[in-house]
């Protein structure tokens, strides 16, 4: 079944399956995020800044690769996971993200996010949103975003051609992954101030769902 999406500007998206980043997108998580990211960057002597800026639409462990490369990565990450799993205090649902998964309930729609199964399934319960059928998290991939092995993982999982697939995305490194593996992107406006992506929105509440 066809899917339309009416975006602010105008423009109509006609899809088979609609693919959603988590953190930014359908659960503002980002106060959160951020506070975890500065508190363990101070903790191993580096700039907390450089830290959030570098962590927009990337896993633990290829972050910690890439700030700390002399640190064990593997080890960094599962610290930072398992806080994240239960430091869940203030996230909250993103507005429309309630509306638009309700609207998809018995279509095609998957999540796919840089993030770990714990911590996505504690954000998706935290926030009372459903689980989707398809979960691709970074536990599922060998390579994270700006790679399309999730959203191709993703497609793949819903039985649908990549190109059918319409992308809700808040980071460049998520942008560059859907539009690598064949797929149009939306930006959703919050997280950076800007997306190099021809349709953006604030948030799903200005996204029409029609399955």
């Known amino acids: 079944m066809p899917i339309a999406l009416t975006l602010p500007d105008g423009a109509v998206l006609s899809c088979r399956a ?6 930014g997108v359908l659960v503002d998580s980002m ?3 951020v506070r975890q990211l500065r508190e363990w960057a101070a903790g191993r ?5 450089r830290v959030v800026d570098l962590s927009h639409g990337r896993g633990n462990l290829d972050l910690v690769r890439l700030v700390a490369p002399d640190l064990d990565a593997e080890r960094e990450a599962r610290l930072m996971e398992e806080r994240e799993v239960h430091d869940v ?8 993200a309630r509306a638009a998964l309700d609207a998809l309930r018995g279509s095609a729609w998957a999540v796919v996010t840089s993030g770990n199964d714990r911590v996505a399934r504690a954000r998706l319960r935290v926030t009372n949103l459903p ?3 398809v979960l691709v998290t970074a536990d599922d991939v060998r390579k994270s975003k700006p790679d399309p ?3 191709l993982a993703a ?3 819903l039985g649908v051609r990549p190109r059918d697939c319409v992308v809700f ?3 460049p490194a998520g942008i560059a992954a859907a539009r690598a593996g064949g797929m149009r992107a939306v930006g959703v406006l919050g997280t950076v101030a800007e997306l190099d992506v021809e349709h953006t929105v604030p948030d799903l509440a200005s996204v029409g769902v029609k399955p």
């Open 169 to 171: 995305e808040d980071a």
């Open 131 to 133: 689980v989707p059928g």
């Open 31 to 33: 106060p959160t995020i």
């Open 155 to 157: 497609a793949a999982g």
């Open 45 to 49: 002597g580096l700039e907390p800044d």
């Open 89 to 96: 205090d203030g996230i909250t649902a993103r507005p429309g």
């Open 149 to 151: 092995e999730g959203y």
């Open 18 to 23: 609609v693919l959603f980043d988590l953190d």
